[in-house]
């Protein structure tokens, strides 16, 4: 008796679709257009025991940021220290 194959066997494609009309498709597509919108950041296993979520993480951050400032004295703030440490450092050339 000849047995079954694996591939058999892990089909959970309902049998009333068709496969024939599912032709066309490309994989990664919109793989570029979906990484550039994703500011994706891994933390420390440690770390996600003490941010649960995305919420607790940005606060602590906004909380050291804040932190940062005052520490660095009321002239940096006022220059914007930290809207300078966020801009690039030098521009590209325009294309023409």
Do not use: W
């Not at 068709?18 to 933390?43: E, F, P």
């Not at 220290?81 to 690039?88: D, F, H, K, T």
């Amino acid at each position: 008796m000849k047995k079954a194959s694996a591939k058999r066997l892990d089909d959970d494609l309902r049998p009333e679709y068709d496969l024939s009309q599912l032709k066309g498709g490309v994989r990664g597509k919109y793989y570029r257009q979906a990484a550039a919108g994703t500011n994706l950041m891994l933390i420390e296993p440690d770390l996600v025991k003490v941010f649960r979520d995305a919420a607790s993480v940005n606060r602590a951050l906004r909380l050291l940021v804040d932190t940062a400032e005052a520490a660095a004295g009321p002239a940096r703030r006022r220059h914007g220290a930290l809207e300078q440490r966020l801009q690039p450092t030098r521009q590209r050339p325009a294309r023409g």
